[in-house]
């Protein structure tokens, strides 16, 4: 059979002040990248309209004009500050995003003017198709809006909220679910390790000004549940192991149960990536931000489950006095033996 | 062992839901004919099975809010004007009445110099205004000189409920009558918080049906002050040039409009003057039963529309003209007079609203006064259209995804788990299917986000096949048999599959909760991905290596 690890023996455990090193890093350049922009007059986090508020509008050209001449075009409109974004996979399309506008002159029927203002700045390339008619089908034709997404500045505030609220709910709910099922010192330490997740990947968007939108919320939960999933994979292994093995200490358990179980992690993220990798080459442009949060958010899923969900939940219990949180001496030498032992088990009556 | 009989009743069980599944995806839903064996044939009946979010099949997606603290306002507005005109009918002297309406403060309050008479006040304004409304009460206080009605919370809102309701089924009849097809249109978020969601598939340009949405529409006919014809109708160059004339200031009787002139003036601009109308409204909107755009000349730019009133209307109004000939009268639509006419004679039932409308303006005026006026004005928060080819492009896209992954994930299940990989291939096959055929079965909507969950859902269920996989290998080093080790696998790996799930699905139902739109689109697959997953990722993939263990009883070695 092919196999990746087998009988692996690694001290994750004692390894625990070099991931603190690692995680404490990456997360003081998000924040970092977050406080200097702040403070060098642009925002921490590039937030698309469905957060901030304001109008995209997907445009298809026969010939497109270059990004200058479109933002010279939106510009004697009076729309100085338009983000101008040519699609990666298709050659002819472009993103006009536009902050919400204010006044609304010439377009007094729109409730959000930014459409009205990007056609009559796109007319001066020529006329638009008709409305029943593809581009192609419009011979005299220069563009076509194929899409459009505004969304005011109160319904932004509102959405943002709502994911904020979202995604700590659901931390909260697995929370009591895992306590539910094990303790609540396994329970704190999955739910610190995807908080960190979450943490790292807003670091990423910051850092890398990926745009966050609407489907990075959904990726975020995505990836709150996957975290925990590894969590729970090790800590089912650590219970079991706990029941096979009494008197063992829990810190050698636990190091035990990460490298029983390292085979699924790496195959099964391995694959996860694979599946986010194949989201993020071929998913298109709507997808791209999601498909980022989720290649980052299951790299982190992984490293954290190992180096922040077990610790934690170890330290605690050398707090509440459970655990130790040192390798015992006296075990030191049993290492070597010690994977291959703990497969024989007995089954477990649950 | 396990019995043969159970094994059975696995395997009848899981080709029967297969082909349900295929079925459900796939098949017809009235009547199979050999056409639905075809190529072609899947793909229609796949098309029509399916239902496509707006993302996909391309349409419009509108967010829109009623304007509650407008309503509220409008309300304490007429309530106030009622009190005081029912102080007064009565004999009584009220000196002044006057309201608040901000920062969710809504009361009328009416003020009087001798306290003798504040019940004979209370009597009065009880029978004629609607201060007691039993859905939406108001608490009523008093001193000596003054009596306040206040609206308490609990009454806003259920007043909020109601406007929503309104709104909502006016909206309805506009864009029912317009002819968008298959609109869906419901409120969103709670009873009374005034937003509502509509859906049109297959609407690219928004903007018509927006205008027409959202059209207030609000129309009175309204006495002039002017003197009676053939002097000209009394009309002002300036705002405050009529409100010289009145005071200084609009009274609770008087009020002040724009009025565009018909005729145009020599350089073919139009003069905008002002007039003095009296308050109340003779007859509003509601009264109105029919409207219709016409035109004398066919000219576009000359159309007009010719509204009859409803026989409660029509008597009033009867009434009303036979008693003022001669006088003055304007039609008021929203906040700008568009016609004043003298009264030759009685008019019972019928009148017009000139104003140079274009063919389509005045279709669509004609239209939103024929399904009545909105309660409140609308405001639009988001609005997300997708062309038909950006939606093709995001079904392309989303399925080269979906293909892509799902290509190197059954490559490497093959390459790393041999004969089991066989297993897991046709478990995340069968995941996939069962899937699509729940979202077909709950006529739930297929979207871009939705495909994402798709994937993300056979991700879960390749952890479901490597917990077990990895699970049996160990068991198989710690020098089980082959049956034992099956077994063991499955019981022990189903505990953290469970765990896994459950935690996901938490997740999941909180994004469909607080989610809208597409991203409902992807908790839904999600969901309903990691609950058929327990089907055929344990069960159907455990009935296989029964299968493999019926047929060799003594197998030694797995393929795994």
């Not at chain 2, 068991?475 to 077994?487: C, F, M, N, R, S």
């Amino acid at each position: 059979m092919v196999q990746i690890f087998s009988n692996i023996n690694v001290d994750w455990m004692g390894k625990r002040k070099l991931f603190i090193f690692i995680s404490v890093f990456v997360l003081l350049a998000g924040l970092l990248s977050a406080v200097g922009r702040e403070l060098f007059g642009s925002s921490a986090f590039n937030l698309g309209v469905d957060f901030r508020g304001g109008t995209v509008v997907t445009v298809k050209f026969k010939e497109k004009p270059s990004v200058d001449e479109i933002r010279a075009a939106l510009q004697a409109q009076g729309i100085s500050d338009a983000v101008i974004q040519e699609s990666i996979d298709k050659a002819d399309e472009v993103l006009i995003k536009v902050p919400t506008l204010g006044r609304r002159d010439e377009c007094p029927n729109v409730d959000e003017a930014g459409r009205c203002f990007v056609k009559k700045a796109l007319d001066t390339f020529g006329k638009e198709a008709e409305a029943n008619l593809s581009l192609e089908q419009d011979e005299q034709a220069k563009y076509k809006i194929i899409g459009t997404e505004v969304v005011g500045p109160v319904a932004g505030a509102q959405l943002r909220n709502q994911a904020v609220s979202a995604t700590l709910l659901g931390l909260v709910g697995i929370l009591f679910y895992i306590a539910y099922r094990y303790d609540w010192t396994y329970a704190a330490g999955a739910v610190i390790a995807v908080f960190h997740d979450v943490l790292v990947t807003l670091a990423f968007f910051s850092i890398f000004q990926w745009e966050i939108n609407l489907t990075v919320v959904a990726a975020f939960l995505t990836l709150v549940g996957y975290s925990v999933n590894d969590s729970i994979v090790i800590f089912d292994r650590i219970r079991e192991n706990m029941t096979l093995h009494r008197g063992e200490s829990i810190y050698k358990l636990t190091n035990d149960s990460i490298n029983q179980t390292m085979s699924r992690t790496v195959v099964t993220n391995g694959l996860v990536l694979l599946s986010v990798l194949a989201l993020v080459l071929f998913g298109g442009e709507v997808l791209r931000s999601f498909s980022l949060a989720l290649l980052v958010g299951s790299i982190t899923g992984t490293y954290s489950t190992i180096a922040i969900a077990s610790p934690i939940a170890i330290w605690w219990q050398s707090i509440i006095g459970v655990a130790e949180m040192e390798q015992p001496e006296k075990e030191a030498g049993k290492l070597a033996t010690a994977s291959r032992r703990s497969t024989v088990r007995r089954s477990v009556a649950r | 062992m396990r019995k043969r009989s159970g094994l059975w009743t696995r395997t009848v069980i899981s080709i029967g839901v297969t082909l349900l599944g295929i079925y459900m995806v796939f098949g017809p839903r009235s009547g199979i004919s050999a056409k639905d064996f075809t190529w072609e044939g899947i793909k229609k009946n796949l098309s029509e099975n399916v239902n496509l979010g707006l993302d996909l099949k391309g349409g419009s997606y509108l967010v829109m809010r009623v304007k509650i603290e407008d309503y509220l306002k409008a309300v304490t507005d007429n309530h106030r004007q009622a009190a005081f005109e029912a102080a007064k009918e009565a004999g009584l002297s009220v000196t002044d009445a006057t309201e608040i309406a901000e920062n969710g403060n809504y009361s009328v309050t009416l003020t009087f110099s001798d306290p003798s008479q504040k019940d004979a006040i209370i009597e009065a304004v009880k029978k004629k205004v609607d201060f007691n409304n039993p859905i939406a009460p108001w608490n009523v206080s008093s001193t000596d000189n003054s009596i306040t009605w206040t609206l308490p919370l609990q009454s806003q809102r259920a007043l909020a409920k109601q406007a929503t309701e309104q709104a909502l089924r006016i909206i309805e009849s506009r864009i029912n009558t317009f002819g968008v097809k298959e609109p869906t249109l419901q409120i969103i978020g709670s009873e009374d918080s005034g937003r509502i969601l509509l859906q049109m598939p297959g609407v690219e340009d928004p903007e018509r049906v927006k205008r027409l949405v959202s059209a207030e529409s609000k129309l009175e006919l309204m006495k002039v002050v002017s003197p009676p014809y053939p002097s000209p109708v009394q009309t002002y160059a300036t705002r405050e040039e009529a409100l010289a004339s009145i005071g200084g200031r609009e009274t609770l009787s008087r009020k002040v409009f724009p009025y565009v002139e018909r005729e145009e003036t020599t350089n073919g601009e139009r003069k905008q003057r002002f007039v003095v109308v009296e308050t109340p409204a003779v007859i509003d909107g509601s009264e109105l039963r029919d409207a219709a755009a016409v035109s004398r000349t066919g000219i576009e730019g000359d159309y007009q529309i010719v509204f009859s009133l409803k026989p409660s209307g029509a008597q009033k109004f009867g009434e009303w003209t036979e008693k003022n000939i001669n006088n003055y009268m304007a039609v008021r639509l929203n906040d700008e007079i568009k016609s004043i006419a003298y009264i030759k004679s009685k008019i019972t039932d019928s009148g017009e609203i000139t104003g140079r409308f274009t063919k389509a303006s005045a279709e669509d005026l004609a239209l939103t006064l024929k399904s009545g006026a909105l309660p409140a004005p609308i405001e639009y928060q988001e609005e997300r259209t997708v062309g038909p080819s950006l939606g093709a492009d995001s079904i392309r896209a989303g399925l080269s995804a979906s293909i892509a992954g799902l290509v190197f994930v059954i490559l490497f299940m093959l390459f790393y788990y041999r004969g089991a990989g066989v297993n897991a291939t046709i478990a995340l096959l069968l995941n996939l299917l069962l899937t699509m055929a729940a979202v077909v079965f709950f006529d739930a909507t297929l979207t871009l986000p939705g495909i994402a969950g798709l994937i993300l859902g056979v991700g879960m269920a390749v952890d479901s096949n490597v917990l077990i996989f990895e699970r049996i290998r160990e068991e198989l080093l710690a020098g089980k048999t082959v049956p034992q080790a099956i077994d063991l696998g499955f019981d022990r790996a189903f505990v953290t599959i469970i765990d896994t799930h459950i935690t996901t699905i938490i997740s999941a139902i909180i994004l469909y909760m607080y989610g809208t739109g597409p991203i409902r689109g992807f908790a839904v697959t999600l969901i309903l991905g990691l609950l058929i997953n327990l089907f055929s990722a344990v069960f159907v993939s455990r009935t296989i290596f029964m299968w493999l263990l019926e047929k060799r009883s003594n197998m030694q070695k797995l393929s795994i």
